[in-house]
Nanobody
Framework: QVQLVESGGGLVQAGGSLRLSCAAS????????MGWFRQAPGKEREFVAA????????YYADSVKGRFTISRGNAKTTVYLQMNSLKPEDTAVYYC?????????????????WGQGTQVTVSS
């Protein structure tokens, strides 16, 4: 059973920072692209950031570009999302996901495995 375990969510004031972590249980994911998505109440789940298998290529949604940084751990089975200059509109449940191959993707349909989500709340 493949598991993605997220951590690091919480409550923070606007302008603050949080770092999300996601650990995958399967070593085979070291050659898969990974990504972060988020879902606010009443809204669709949206793409936030993605990273290719090696960690050398990243891609961000326009709404978080320059504020968020995605990275992978040395073993390539862990992915991080450093979130700086947080805004109230960043409030959502954040999900990490593993893609079916090594290339970056921005569509939910391209990702095969999902974590349970971690709540991020930014107060104004």
């Amino acid at each position: 059973q493949v598991q993605l375990v997220e951590s690091g969510g919480g409550l923070v004031q606007a302008g603050g920072s949080l770092r999300l972590s996601c650990a995958a249980s399967a070593r085979t994911f070291s050659t898969n692209a990974m990504g972060w998505f988020r879902q606010a109440p009443g809204k669709e789940r949206e793409f936030v950031a993605a990273i290719n298998w090696s960690g050398g290529i990243t891609y961000y949604a326009d709404s978080v570009k320059g504020r968020f940084t995605i990275s992978r751990g040395n073993a390539k089975t862990t992915v991080y999302l450093q979130m700086n200059s947080l805004k109230p509109e960043d409030t959502a449940v954040y999900y990490c996901a593993v893609k079916g191959d090594l290339r970056i993707g921005t569509s939910r349909n391209e990702y095969d495995y999902w974590g349970q989500g971690t709540q991020v709340t930014v107060s104004s």
